[in-house]
């Protein structure tokens, strides 16, 4: 509100239009973070506005892969054990590790408005958790 000549005693006018709304922090705190997005309890918060968490619909899409590799560790052992173990530190070429590679899309749907993230994938846990926090928020939207 402001003064209109600056005196604290004269009618205060009402706040105008050009003046911010209303916080984002009033529709609550931050439950579930899914990369970008923000979801509280009424509202999922994304970098391109706001959607209402209330009959949201929400999908998981799967785009990665495991591969087998030999670490890098392995490879620079057995590399420079050359010379001092006859070659039979190339042995360690046969180390193998697992590497999940790729992507996870998470899109909400409410109403006409749609919003994908895509999250990098570096182990198969990331996959079950992204999964459990979409089962977790879609229970929520439910409510």
């Known amino acids: ?15 105008s239009a050009s003046e911010p709304p209303v916080s984002a922090e009033s529709a609550g705190p931050v439950i579930v973070e899914i990369a970008e997005m923000q979801i509280t309890s009424v509202r999922v918060h994304t970098p ?5 968490l209330a009959g949201s619909r929400w999908q998981v899409t799967d785009h990665w892969f495991s591969q087998r590799v030999t670490p890098t560790w ?13 070659g039979v530190s ?7 590790e697992t590497v999940a590679q ?9 109403g006409q408005h749609q919003y994908v993230a895509r999250i990098t994938v570096r182990h ?19 409510l």
């Open 1 to 15: 509100m402001t003064f209109p000549s600056g005196d604290p005693w004269s009618v205060p006018t009402p706040p």
């Open 48 to 52: 391109v506005g706001d959607l209402p």
């Open 74 to 86: 392995a490879k620079v052992v057995a590399f420079g054990g050359i010379c001092f173990t006859g």
């Open 90 to 96: 190339l042995l360690l070429l046969l180390v193998k």
């Open 102 to 110: 790729g992507t996870v899309n998470v899109t909400v749907t409410s």
């Open 124 to 142: 198969e846990n990331d996959v079950t958790a992204i999964n459990q926090q979409v089962n977790y928020v879609r229970s929520l939207a439910a």
